[in-house]
């Protein structure tokens, strides 16, 4: 089935991007720090407007934080297993061709997990054949979101909130001066993960303070031992002795999950942000349409 | 043998207590507020002058922070394995009755842990008589120090900083909206214990923001909750499958990790802080006199 040109918005908390599709392909795209914390409940419908008088007037699919309680109109959750059909048939319309994505819930035994914006990418690496029908895939960021696919399904997903950490560490307390250095995946960062896979974070995070106080580890690579403990620590929490791990995740945060992976003896096989949620969006709008 | 009274000062970073000892004992107290963070390096001589005018003109024992770099003078680290006579040996003496006593330092394997304070505290348990030669000791707080005691000295020692990422989160971020609530050790503070021993912190952390959207726990519960999650990942790394476990602490504090000790079928046995510290400073006056 051809899919006629539409607009698809991934809306977060503190970024958008809209797209122009054409062919399951971007024909344009429009990038704008004007995320969801920053817009008004009654901005919204002009914010749209503007992007169709640059992209077309056309139909639109959002995604992301624009769907929370904090972003245009809830968008309820769609509970897991799910997969991009089950995500298609619950969409919040705005008016008859604007619509917004749900997230997914997951619930076991009284534990909860919640995402938004990430199924359409995660989703999409899959439907764009990256993927196999049964995968564990990760896609890092402030809240690292791990997804369990299985028959080409999410079926569990667990959020680990190692960056946000890692901003609260550098932001203040006994580590900070320690962590302004830029952060690379060198030897200082596997050495981290190997720290990091012991589990034990909060002993394993004031031993950076202790290597500065004793002279054991030169400080510029204490932000990067500091982040290695911190995805090393998440990391092995969901592959144990090693796994296949589809990462969808673009630049740094691609190169140092795909390295605390290989570190902990698991293989990284990466797919790139973008392209995935284009391929989940248009599904969407393909069954939706 | 008898000790003539001598004035003892737990001298922290935000926080100050000096006390008159007499046969070991505390014969008057004076606290302050005046921590080492807020006395700048040229006011010490004034305030321990002024501490003596109260006090009584006595020799001086001095421990905690007052002996590091943002304190009165450098007492340079004993390396474990240590007990109170090595402590006692390696003073750094200001004048011929002022002294500041050494904290301690461990490394092995590249790994380094340091504590200055507390060992003063944690071997006067010891020392007390409440405490057997062979033990594990666990003195809570912003960084929390469990130390292993073995033949009356302390061989290996863990910091974990368990207070101060509770109070990073409290203060910032995600979760920072629902952790104002005080922390009380009932069923949500064990309950969070339980899942803290999994050692997986950064997503049982996030587990506490899903589980206000999903509406899956009441939000009064959240602060004890997650108090519970970060001391049960602590102790869970600690005690593996339940041992005992000495306390240095008081109030709340003692209250929480007992609990979670418990929670993790170990034993907590608990002694008072102030105690401890008298025991331990006067042994080390009766060596040093």
């Given at each position: 089935m ?44 002009q ?12 139909p ?41 994505v ?27 054949g ?39 560490l ?40 202790a ?11 204490a932000?990067?031992?500091?982040s290695g ?13 090693g ?6 995740a ?7 999950y795909?390295?605390a992976?290989e ?27």
């Open positions: 051809v899919v006629s040109p539409f607009i698809a918005i991934d809306w977060g908390t503190t970024n958008r991007r809209a797209y122009r599709v054409e062919d399951g392909r971007i024909a344009a795209t429009l990038r704008s720090p004007q995320g969801v914390s920053t817009t008004p409940a009654d901005a919204y419908a914010e749209l407007a503007a992007i169709r008088a640059e992209l077309g007037d056309l639109v699919l959002m995604a992301g934080m624009v769907g929370s309680t904090i972003g245009w109109r809830v968008a309820p959750y769609v509970a897991v297993p799910a997969d991009i059909a089950d995500i298609a048939a619950q969409l919040t319309w705005i008016d008859d061709r604007t619509a917004i749900p997230g997914l819930s997951f619930t076991r035994s009284g534990h909860g997990d919640v995402m938004r914006g990430e199924e359409v990418q995660l989703l999409g690496a899959a439907l764009a990256q993927v196999p029908a049964d995968a564990l895939l990760c896609q890092p960021g402030t809240h690292c979101k791990w997804v369990e696919l299985t028959g080409g399904k999410v079926t569990a997903f667990t959020t680990a909130m190692t960056g946000e950490l890692f901003a609260l550098k932001g203040g307390g006994v580590l900070a001066p320690q962590l302004a250095a830029p952060v690379a995946a060198g030897d200082a960062f596997r050495e981290g993960v190997r720290e990091g896979a012991k589990r034990d974070l909060a002993a394993s995070l004031f031993g950076i303070r290597a500065h106080v004793l002279g054991l580890r030169d400080d510029a690579d932000a990067s031992y500091a403990v911190l995805i090393g620590s998440d990391v092995a929490a969901r592959i144990g002795d796994r296949d791990v589809h990462l969808v673009d630049g740094d945060l691609a190169t140092l795909a390295t992976i570190t902990l003896n698991g293989r990284a096989l990466v797919s790139g942000c973008e392209a995935a949620f284009i391929a989940g969006i248009t599904q969407i709008r393909k069954l939706s349409a």
